[in-house]
């Protein structure tokens, strides 16, 4: 009997696995694709590379299965998608998807861009995760606090619903067929990206939690958390959505890709993504606007902005404007270069502004807000500091003492060793 061989597999960027082989690698490399189809439930086309260690571990086709042994490294790549025009000339045109809206009874032969536009419209149809509105337009909210677990298919929703039934009754616990599972992690993969495309382990944790907690009769037995396996695949299936988002050349994706990379790395590294509270960290275009109109937009903002009394035209063209200046600011430009083509950027309403756009938060609200909640320990610091800065405090202090009004009164210090600023602001 063939001793069982371990590999390693990349999935995607930030997503790895080790596979174990029990009986010695298949003879063709369709086997293994297969093979790893099957393991990592993974859907569509895919094609295999393997880390070729005669040319300094760079990444090869992997065309025959004798170039990997015991402990090699391969990579998952997905192909393109492809849509085939083969009917005849004279051939009737056929019925269309439900969900689609019907071809014109005559219409002049499509111009290439109509054409385009055609066939995205009939890939749209086949790719049902795709079609959530939420994957290609600005986000209005951040992570929630408690994730809300989304109806699913109409099936599932009626399995789901008995099996609950059954484990109250008997205590039985179910176990989903491939076609309900897979109902299940789409209908979690389109809740989660109406908020971000990447998430982090504990928010994977936090879905796969709130999936079992809804649906107790998914736990998993002999698991600690009742849902490791439900977060394993979720990880595989985001990832295997971002695939298709970045084929669909979504920014927020291609971003990352290899070929978007100044210096040639790993997948996995240099990954660009939002790490603190960014809710549209790249958002795509507008509809209907394409890099060149952005362009001319942000043209003609160098001449709207020296106009009088024209703040609120600007905020509009700045709104428009968003997503072509958030890809300029992740690509990392030099500071001096982007205040140059940006220069209605750094002022008090645009930088309050655009804090907004990317987090939907207010910042001049939270910043007060929070402020309030630090500053009577604020002043406990500020009364106990002695020395010159100390005497330089209590005199600045001392008004604030003897405020009785009803207004709301903010303190901002800012001090050093030989300096005291201070700012008043009433609300």
Not at 131 to 137: K, M
Not at 309 to 329: A, G, I, K, P, Y
């Amino acid at each position: 009997m063939a001793a069982p061989v371990k590999l390693r597999v990349i999935l995607g960027e930030n997503e790895s696995a080790r596979l174990t082989l029990p009986n010695d690698i298949p003879e063709s490399v369709g086997d293994l694709i297969q093979y790893i189809k099957n393991k990592f439930e993974l859907e569509g086309d895919i094609r295999l590379q393997f880390m070729d260690q005669e040319f300094g571990n760079e990444f090869n086709n992997l065309t025959s299965t004798s170039l990997i042994e015991d402990k090699s490294t391969i990579e998952v790549l997905y192909q393109p998608f492809t849509i085939r025009l083969e009917a005849p000339l004279d051939a009737s045109p056929p019925s269309p998807h439900p969900s689609c809206p019907p071809p014109p009874s005559s219409s002049p032969i499509p111009s290439n861009s109509s054409l385009s536009t055609s066939l995205l419209s009939i890939a749209s149809c086949d790719t049902d995760i795709l079609s959530s509105p939420e994957s290609s337009i600005s986000r209005s909210s951040a992570w929630p606090l408690i994730f809300k677990v989304p109806h699913f298919s109409y099936d599932a929703e009626i399995q789901l619903d008995r099996a609950n039934v059954a484990l109250k009754d008997s205590g039985t616990l179910l176990d989903p067929g491939t076609k309900p599972k897979s109902s299940i992690l789409n209908g979690l993969i389109e809740e989660i990206v109406k908020y971000k495309v990447y998430l982090t382990d504990t928010e994977f944790s936090e879905v796969a939690e709130a999936l079992v907690t809804t649906h107790p009769c998914l736990k998993e037995p002999g698991s600690k958390t009742g849902f490791a396996g439900w977060k394993t695949s979720l990880k595989y299936k985001l990832g295997n959505y971002r695939t298709r988002l970045r084929q669909l050349g979504h920014p927020e994706v291609a971003v990352n890709a290899q070929s978007n990379k100044r210096v040639q790395c790993s997948p996995a590294s240099g990954v660009k993504k939002a790490r603190k509270a960014e809710v549209n960290f790249c958002p795509a275009l507008p509809p209907g606007e394409t890099m060149d109109s952005q362009e001319s937009k942000r043209v003609a903002l160098l001449s709207e902005m020296d106009k009088t009394n024209n703040e609120s035209h600007v905020t509009q063209l700045m709104d428009q404007n968003f997503s072509l200046r958030r890809q300029e600011v992740i690509q990392e430009p030099l500071i001096a270069e982007f205040k140059t083509r940006w220069p209605t950027l750094f002022s008090v309403r645009e930088v309050c502004a655009e804090f907004r756009r990317i987090t939907t938060v207010n910042l001049q609200s939270k910043f007060f807000s929070n402020l309030d909640a630090y500053s009577p320990n604020l002043m406990k610091a500020f009364s106990r500091k002695g020395g010159t800065v100390g005497r330089s405090l209590k005199k600045i202090m001392k008004p604030m003492t003897q405020v009785q009004c009803t207004m709301n009164v903010y303190l901002i210090l800012f001090f050093s060793a030989k300096k005291v600023c201070i700012v008043w602001m009433f609300s």
